[in-house]
């Protein structure tokens, strides 16, 4: 069925390294990709997305990559602080009113 | 605050027992979304409502789930005869009427979460 897949499901680098998480999605209609972050405890935000006409976007430490023939996106953030852990979702639209939620990817940065 | 609230944050009730859950999403926001997260798993779509018509449901929202948005602005979500199987973070969103999950960006509140004993 239509699902996004999302990988690694932990992932520990050390403070200053980059961290790269990536997805996976089976409908090519989807045009609309969102990541959030969510703290322990706090609601999911976005941090960044990018639509399928673009292939790379990005805001300061965080990017995100799209690869529409291959219908996978990547989240990279690079020098990476103890404030960047949280669990990471990525997401893709499926229809016009539903959005897919990847599992997550539970990110450590140890100081 | 002027995000989206939920109330109540947390619930815990014994199986069978009806639990109802509210949303009130950002003023100007008249796309409004409820998502059910389990533990180590992303948020999972169960309904959209623009204004206050409910124009999707997921195939997740058995019968015993209904939601309401009377008047467009605040939504109630409601479980009937509460299963184990049921406890999970309910969440709510909203999008601006050009937002939402093919355009924009959705708001989440900080969910209710429900322990059915």
């Known amino acids: ?111 | 605050d002027t995000g989206v609230s939920q109330d109540p944050r947390h619930k815990i009730t014994k199986r069978g027992q009806n639990v109802t859950f509210r949303c009130d999403p950002i003023s100007e926001h008249n796309r409004l979304y409820w998502y059910r997260q389990t533990l180590g798993q992303g948020p999972e779509f169960l309904t959209y409502f623009q204004n206050e018509a409910q124009l999707e449901k997921s195939r997740l929202l058995s019968d015993r789930f209904s939601a309401e948005r009377p008047k467009g602005s605040f939504s109630t979500l409601e479980i009937q005869r509460t299963e184990q199987g049921d406890s999970a973070m309910y969440l709510c969103a909203s999008s601006s009427p050009t937002g939402g999950p093919n355009t924009g960006e959705l708001f989440f509140g900080e969910g209710s979460r429900l322990t059915v004993l």
């Open chain 1, 1 to 111: 069925g239509e699902n996004v897949e999302q990988h690694p499901s932990t992932l520990s680098v050390q403070e200053g390294d980059s961290a790269v998480i990536k997805c996976t999605y089976s409908d090519s209609a989807s045009n609309y990709f969102p990541w959030y972050k969510q703290e322990l405890g706090k609601r999911p935000q976005l941090i960044i997305d990018i639509r399928s006409n673009v292939g790379e976007k990005k805001d300061q430490r965080i990017a995100v990559t799209l690869n529409k023939t291959a219908k996978h996106f990547s989240l990279h953030i690079t020098e990476t602080q103890p404030e960047d852990s949280a669990v990471y979702f990525c997401a893709a639209s499926f229809g016009p009113n539903d959005m897919r939620f990847g599992a997550g990817t539970r990110l450590t940065v140890k100081p």
